[in-house]
């Protein structure tokens, strides 16, 4: 069912995608907490279940990239609603719901302006597409939908569990406090790195297409719209550090970081070289992350 579409009515149908996983993972959550179910499982099992939805319809128009979006909607939309669901609204998960509003409204936004339309696939899913048409759908379903979905889960969990972290401010330590405000001028910081990175990467290709961007905060870093996610989801951690201390709920944050340095960076860095002359050049002079 490849058929294109104006830009804005392939929007008008992502959004009636979106909606549609989103209804299916909030019943779901519903009947699964109604039979006890831990709810911070239940809402995994809603999460998995939306992606599903979401590739069913990536199947169905024979594009991957109706994923894109997943990645910036899920957290804030979820941790609103987990604030709704738990009637929990202290500083730090107000704090939380700024920060992912904040971050998700520059990712979205960002996907807004590079969306084409619902005929055009990312490169990279074109890529698997064409070199793996045996397994492709396995690829496309665990690696390319659900990992990514499973990563990003338990990176939020640090946030989720700010929810059930008893804050009153008065027995708060004071360097508790500074860490938890600390945290979150990380997150904002890190989304509004991308924002920038995002506008000077834009402007730089309008006026110089073909050209190695190498100008503002890409003159530091080969990948500061990279550095900005990876540095957003310890912002996340370390809000919930300051009032949890270190244990295994860092593994998220290592796992988003792994996934950028391991997979993201080096696919990214493979087609610069491929495509863009220069490269290899400024790869040579300028650093991975800022």
Not at 1 to 30: N, T
Not at 44 to 51: G, P, R, Y
Not at 215 to 225: I, T
Request: with cysteine; glycine share 6%.
């Amino acid at each position: 069912m490849k058929r294109d579409y104006s830009k804005w009515c392939s929007v008008a149908l992502i959004v009636a995608i979106y909606a549609l996983a989103g209804v299916a993972g909030w019943l779901l959550f519903a009947w699964l907490t109604a039979q006890a179910m831990q709810p911070v499982w239940a809402l995994l099992l809603a999460d998995v279940l939306a992606t599903i939805v979401v590739w069913v319809f990536g199947l169905l128009y024979e594009n991957v990239s109706v994923y894109d979006p997943y990645w910036s909607v899920f957290p804030p939309v979820a941790f609103l609603l987990w604030a709704i669901y738990t009637g929990v609204w202290s500083l730090p998960v107000i704090l939380l719901l700024v920060a992912s509003w904040y971050w998700g409204w520059r990712l979205t936004r960002n996907w807004a302006i590079t969306f084409k339309g619902i005929a055009h696939e990312d490169w990279r899913y074109t890529k698997y597409r064409s070199r793996h048409p045996l397994v492709f759908h396995t690829i496309n379903l665990f690696g390319l939908n659900m990992m990514p979905t499973l990563v990003v889960f338990a990176a939020m969990l640090p946030g989720l569990k700010l929810f059930e972290t008893p804050f009153i401010l008065s027995s708060i330590h004071p360097f508790s406090l500074i860490l938890l405000i600390f945290g979150c001028i990380v997150c904002v910081a890190s989304a509004t790195i991308q924002l920038i990175a995002d506008k000077q990467s834009h402007d730089f290709r309008a006026a110089h297409p073909g050209k190695v961007c190498n100008v503002g905060l890409w003159k530091h870093g080969r990948h500061p719209n990279y550095f900005g996610e990876i540095q957003f989801w310890w912002g996340i951690w370390l809000m919930y550090a300051s009032l949890n201390g270190i244990d295994m709920y860092i593994g998220g944050a290592i796992a988003m970081t792994a996934m950028f340095l391991g997979i993201s960076i080096p696919l990214m860095e493979k087609r610069q070289l491929q495509n863009k002359p220069g490269y290899a050049e400024y790869r040579k002079q300028t650093r991975i992350l800022i």
